[in-house]
């Protein structure tokens, strides 16, 4: 279907500005089609080319039929498609006549049939030389690397028509995807396109075990994957009782994914816009020298104004985009350079008398573009139109990039020369140090002067705030280049031990506890008790001081109705303590044993119902859910993969000793979370979602003290999970 060679058009029309002509006009700028059948019975001729009045009347099998014609007829013509053996089809109706989709959907999937759509604005393929589309779009678009599938037809033309001189590979408008979905397209473009940077603009996911597979097919071949979600998350509207699914949130689901994949999750079309073009322009940055210095890991920019430096500099402190930290023999040679009173730094005002703008910007650029330390250098200016005809900041800029073209060399560290077509646009791989024009306000820009930059390699970025998240996204490709290594081996025979279990009822909470400890995970020694004596009894078996917890049916958080009490060193404080207990909640409780204090994560677990079970590392205690200071990854992960997650906390720091306080023991907690990624992963079928809140991290260990287990049953809705089990 993508690369049909064959192409009927059903509904082709004379009547000007209809869907029929502007498909047919289309396909006939179409150089990789040789043949094509215009199909439609009020018509005896479309464009000077002979029409036909059926679909049937095509003298061989087309590979692609469109369909250009309303919701009545589509199920009508899609199923003289499937007969003559058509192997794709394009839909651009929306099919909203009641039963349409479905029968639609079941005729192409009985006859084996790819299908774009319905609802789309259909694909066009660049590199092929296919425009499968029933809108008129430009006549020229440069082929390179980039690929994109987006639900939305609005922004599937927004990205053919920007001016970024993106160059292209596929584009498709998936539409309601109906039966061919984006892991089908990603599928295609791993296996046989020249695509090495992938945006998805994705409202839903569907098939989600392929659309990871596939993606993570993708980054082990070299592709950059650059995700927008629109429209709100894929994760599941009810997580029930678990903090874990209130702490996650809307985005959690794409954060895990992008965290997987080592791919870059963007927030709105100017920064899709911005780092599709950074990804796929001809220079990449170098990676830090491991054991080495921080290369590869900072910006660096160049202004021509000290007030738009200080603007560019804080919106890179609110974006967490950082400056590299320049050398002292780059800094000496940039103050030789400067106008007295201008002081040599990262970001740079080079503006002071005007005289030689050309060579000044030009040196400071390449003389920066040099530091090991910088990983891309920006011009940051307006780039506006200048009315005297002076032209000197592009030739600056043209300058340095040429002075930095040798900079590099092919299989340097970070050298991806590899990966893409020689000489095709934009593809990666390039030797040279990365250098882009960063501009301030979209609408100021000379796109005379920034075409100019842009046909020679160098992107310009269009927006302060969008080009510094696309840098950023350009310094995480370089420092995380591929996905981690991650066993995704089950462990058949302690799966086998616990599946039936959890199957069976709500284990108790020493059960649970067991559960955990045969995954790894660290808990207190603990005992259930129903009377007073048993209570002492247990506390004399597991030593002082304990715990004392109520074991009450149907309460999941104890702490929150005071059914906690910690500290309890003798007989006579278990015996008031329990006593308290049962009057209020009555007589069941358990017996732990008290935990050394530390600093106070919680891990757990959730499931979303597209990408599967996600791993929560939060900052934890009974202000988990007020803090909102949380991690989440996609089980199972690797140890770089949980270790990760640990790191992007904002408490992280007091692992490391706080005021005072000793270092924790971060390897014990990063594998706890290893640990419960290998219970999701194995028992997610079964559990909906797990909390483990405090797990409590101390210099020797981590330990969860805590453990709630809202079970799940194979074939029982996510609303209907209501009941808990604690431990």
Same mark, same amino acid.
């Given at each position: 279907?993508?690369?049909?060679?064959?192409?009927?058009?059903?509904?082709?029309?004379?009547?000007?500005?209809?869907?029929?002509?502007?498909?047919?006009?289309?396909?006939?700028?179409?150089?990789?089609?040789?043949?094509?059948?215009?199909?439609?019975?009020?018509?005896?001729?479309?464009?000077?080319?002979?029409?036909?009045?059926?679909?049937?009347?095509?003298?061989?099998?087309?590979?692609?039929?469109?369909?250009?014609?309303?919701?009545?007829?589509?199920?009508?013509?899609?199923?003289?498609?499937?007969?003559?053996?058509?192997?794709?089809?394009?839909?651009?109706?929306?099919?909203?006549?009641?039963?349409?989709?479905?029968?639609?959907?079941?005729?192409?999937?009985?006859?084996?049939?790819?299908?774009?759509?319905?609802?789309?604005?259909?694909?066009?393929?660049?590199?092929?030389?296919?425009?499968?589309?029933?809108?008129?779009?430009?006549?020229?678009?440069?082929?390179?690397?980039?690929?994109?599938?987006?639900?939305?037809?609005?922004?599937?033309?927004?990205?053919?028509?920007?001016?970024?001189?993106?160059?292209?590979?596929?584009?498709?408008?998936?539409?309601?995807?109906?039966?061919?979905?984006?892991?089908?397209?990603?599928?295609?473009?791993?296996?046989?396109?020249?695509?090495?940077?992938?945006?998805?603009?994705?409202?839903?996911?569907?098939?989600?075990?392929?659309?990871?597979?596939?993606?993570?097919?993708?980054?082990?071949?070299?592709?950059?994957?650059?995700?927008?979600?629109?429209?709100?998350?894929? !994760?599941?509207?009810? @997580? &029930?009782?678990?903090?874990? /699914?209130?702490? %996650?949130?809307?985005? *959690?689901?794409?954060? +895990?994914? =992008?965290?997987?994949?080592?791919?870059?999750?963007?927030?709105?079309?100017?920064?899709?816009?911005?780092?599709?073009?950074?990804?796929?322009?001809?220079?990449?940055?170098?990676?830090?020298?491991?054991?080495?210095?921080?290369?590869?890991?900072?910006?660096?920019?160049?202004?021509?104004?000290?007030?738009?430096?200080?603007?560019?500099?804080?919106?890179?402190?609110?974006?967490?985009?950082?400056?590299?930290?320049?050398?002292?023999?780059?800094?000496?040679?940039?103050?030789?350079?400067?106008?007295?009173?201008?002081?040599?730094?990262?970001?740079?005002?080079?503006?002071?008398?005007?005289?030689?703008?050309?060579?000044?910007?030009?040196?400071?650029?390449?003389?920066?573009?040099?530091?090991?330390?910088?990983?891309?250098?920006? !011009?940051?200016?307006? @780039? &506006?139109?200048?009315?005297? /005809?002076?032209? %000197?900041?592009?030739? *600056?800029?043209?300058? +340095?990039? =040429?002075?930095?073209?040798?900079?590099?060399?092919?299989?340097?560290?970070?050298?991806?020369?590899?990966?893409?077509?020689?000489?095709?646009?934009?593809?990666?791989?390039?030797?040279?140090?990365?250098?882009?024009?960063?501009?301030?306000?979209?609408?100021?820009?000379?796109?005379?002067?920034?075409?100019?930059?842009?046909?020679?390699?160098?992107?310009?970025?269009?927006?302060?705030?969008?080009?510094?998240?696309?840098?950023?996204?350009?310094?995480?490709?370089?420092?995380?280049?591929?996905?981690?290594?991650?066993?995704?081996?089950?462990?058949?025979?302690?799966?086998?031990?616990?599946?039936?279990?959890?199957?069976?009822?709500?284990?108790?909470?020493?059960?649970?506890?067991?559960?955990?400890?045969?995954?790894?995970?660290?808990?207190?020694?603990?005992?259930?008790?129903?009377?007073?004596?048993?209570?002492?009894?247990?506390?004399?078996?597991?030593?002082?001081?304990?715990?004392?917890?109520?074991?009450?049916?149907?309460?999941?958080?104890?702490?929150?109705?005071?059914?906690?009490?910690?500290?309890?060193?003798?007989?006579?404080?278990?015996?008031?303590?329990?006593?308290?207990?049962?009057?209020?909640?009555?007589?069941?409780?358990?017996?732990?044993?008290?935990?050394?204090?530390?600093?106070?994560?919680?891990?757990?677990?959730?499931?979303?119902?597209?990408?599967?079970?996600?791993?929560?590392?939060?900052?934890?205690?009974?202000?988990?859910?007020?803090?909102?200071?949380?991690?989440?990854?996609?089980?199972?992960?690797?140890?770089?993969?949980?270790?990760?997650?640990?790191?992007?906390?904002?408490?992280?720091?007091?692992?490391?000793?706080?005021?005072?306080?000793?270092?924790?023991?971060?390897?014990?907690?990063?594998?706890?979370?290893?640990?419960?990624?290998?219970?999701?992963?194995?028992?997610?079928?079964?559990?909906?979602?797990?909390?483990?809140?405090?797990?409590?991290?101390?210099?020797?260990?981590?330990?969860?003290?805590?453990?709630?287990?809202?079970?799940?049953?194979?074939?029982?809705?996510?609303?209907?999970?209501?009941?808990?089990?604690?431990?």
């Amino acid at each position: 279907m993508l690369e049909a060679r064959s192409v009927a058009l059903v509904g082709a029309s004379s009547r000007p500005g209809s869907l029929g002509l502007r498909m047919v006009r289309e396909v006939l700028r179409s150089p990789g089609v040789p043949k094509t059948w215009l199909v439609n019975p009020g018509y005896a001729e479309v464009a000077g080319r002979p029409c036909l009045p059926t679909l049937a009347d095509v003298d061989e099998t087309p590979d692609l039929v469109l369909l250009g014609v309303g919701d009545q007829r589509l199920v009508e013509q899609l199923t003289v498609a499937a007969e003559v053996g058509a192997r794709g089809a394009v839909v651009f109706g929306s099919a909203h006549a009641a039963g349409v989709r479905e029968e639609m959907t079941r005729i192409a999937g009985a006859a084996g049939m790819a299908l774009v759509g319905a609802g789309c604005m259909g694909f066009w393929n660049v590199r092929h030389g296919l425009r499968a589309m029933g809108y008129t779009e430009r006549d020229d678009l440069p082929v390179g690397p980039v690929s994109v599938v987006t639900h939305s037809g609005s922004v599937f033309s927004t990205l053919l028509r920007t001016r970024l001189r993106l160059g292209f590979d596929l584009v498709v408008s998936s539409g309601q995807e109906l039966v061919t979905n984006t892991a089908d397209y990603v599928e295609h473009m791993v296996a046989r396109t020249d695509t090495r940077v992938l945006g998805l603009v994705v409202e839903t996911v569907r098939d989600g075990d392929r659309l990871r597979a596939g993606l993570r097919a993708a980054r082990e071949a070299g592709i950059e994957v650059v995700l927008l979600p629109v429209g709100g998350s894929p !994760l599941g509207s009810s @997580l &029930v009782a678990a903090h874990s /699914g209130a702490v %996650a949130g809307d985005q *959690a689901a794409w954060e +895990a994914l =992008a965290d997987e994949l080592a791919a870059h999750l963007v927030g709105d079309l100017a920064e899709l816009g911005d780092t599709l073009a950074v990804l796929s322009s001809s220079r990449r940055p170098a990676p830090s020298a491991e054991g080495g210095p921080s290369m590869g890991r900072g910006i660096a920019t160049v202004h021509d104004s000290g007030a738009e430096r200080s603007l560019v500099a804080d919106l890179a402190h609110s974006l967490d985009v950082p400056f590299a930290a320049l050398s002292e023999t780059t800094l000496a040679a940039l103050g030789e350079r400067l106008d007295d009173g201008l002081v040599p730094g990262n970001p740079l005002d080079v503006w002071g008398g005007g005289a030689d703008t050309r060579g000044l910007f030009g040196d400071c650029l390449t003389t920066i573009a040099a530091d090991p330390s910088v990983s891309v250098t920006a !011009l940051a200016i307006d @780039l &506006v139109h200048e009315y005297d /005809g002076d032209i %000197a900041y592009p030739e *600056a800029v043209e300058d +340095a990039f =040429a002075a930095t073209a040798s900079l590099g060399s092919p299989g340097s560290p970070g050298s991806l020369g590899s990966l893409g077509s020689p000489g095709s646009l934009g593809s990666p791989g390039s030797v040279g140090a990365p250098l882009v024009v960063l501009a301030g306000l979209p609408s100021a820009i000379d796109p005379v002067a920034a075409e100019r930059l842009r046909s020679i390699g160098v992107p310009v970025l269009e927006g302060f705030r969008s080009g510094l998240l696309a840098l950023r996204h350009l310094i995480d490709a370089a420092e995380r280049p591929g996905v981690d290594r991650v066993d995704r081996g089950i462990d058949a025979t302690r799966r086998q031990r616990w599946l039936p279990r959890l199957q069976a009822g709500p284990l108790s909470p020493v059960d649970l506890r067991s559960l955990l400890a045969d995954y790894g995970v660290p808990t207190p020694r603990i005992r259930a008790a129903a009377s007073s004596a048993e209570t002492l009894a247990a506390a004399d078996e597991i030593g002082w001081p304990v715990v004392l917890k109520t074991d009450a049916p149907g309460v999941e958080h104890r702490s929150d109705v005071g059914g906690v009490v910690v500290g309890l060193e003798d007989g006579l404080s278990v015996a008031a303590a329990y006593a308290g207990l049962a009057n209020r909640l009555g007589p069941l409780v358990t017996v732990h044993e008290q935990v050394e204090p530390g600093v106070e994560i919680s891990v757990g677990l959730v499931r979303d119902d597209a990408l599967g079970q996600m791993v929560v590392v939060a900052a934890g205690g009974v202000l988990v859910e007020l803090v909102a200071d949380r991690v989440v990854g996609l089980a199972p992960l690797a140890p770089e993969g949980a270790r990760r997650l640990v790191d992007r906390l904002r408490v992280r720091r007091l692992l490391d000793g706080w005021r005072g306080a000793p270092p924790s023991n971060v390897d014990a907690l990063v594998d706890v979370v290893v640990a419960v990624s290998r219970l999701a992963h194995e028992l997610g079928d079964v559990v909906a979602a797990l909390d483990l809140n405090p797990v409590v991290v101390t210099p020797r260990t981590a330990v969860a003290v805590d453990a709630l287990l809202v079970p799940r049953q194979p074939d029982e809705p996510p609303a209907q999970q209501e009941e808990a089990w604690t431990a």
